[in-house]
């Protein structure tokens, strides 16, 4: 079992940065893929980006492709997704995610089994 917490969520102007953070509970944090996913007011939660238990493998949806990063501290038990270049079409509730199980990569949000309860992101015009 996997508790997540998110924070940095924030309003900010379209090009600024920011950055999202997920701490999570529990000592077995190293052994899940995380992911980051975001949902959007009238549409369906999408993927965002997820980076494997040892931070050695990420994925991004297009998107967010040379915009955000994500990265973790096994040690912290965080993971983090910075955001530049933001744009309005970025506005959305972002959630962090652990993957159902230890060592397994996965895109979908049906692969992942924990969640935490969003932190809302609003990126101005």
């Known amino acids: 079992q996997v508790q997540l917490v998110e924070s940095g969520g924030g309003l900010v102007q379209a090009g600024d940065s920011l950055r999202l953070s997920c701490a999570a509970s529990?000592?077995?944090?190293?052994?899940?893929?995380m992911g980051w996913f975001r949902q959007a007011p009238g549409k369906e939660r999408e993927l965002t980006a997820t980076i494997s238990w040892s931070g050695g493998r990420t994925y991004y949806a297009d998107s967010v492709k040379g915009r955000f990063t994500i990265s973790r501290d096994n040690a912290k038990y965080t993971v983090y997704l910075q955001m530049n270049s933001l744009k309005p079409e970025d506005t959305a509730v972002y959630y962090c995610?652990?993957?159902?199980?230890?060592?397994?990569?996965?895109?979908?949000?049906?692969?992942?089994?924990?969640w935490g309860q969003g932190t809302q992101v609003t990126v101005s015009s």
């Open positions: 529990g000592r077995t944090f190293s052994k899940y893929t």
């Open positions: 995610a652990a993957h159902r199980h230890y060592y397994s990569f996965g895109y979908s949000g049906a692969d992942f089994g924990f």
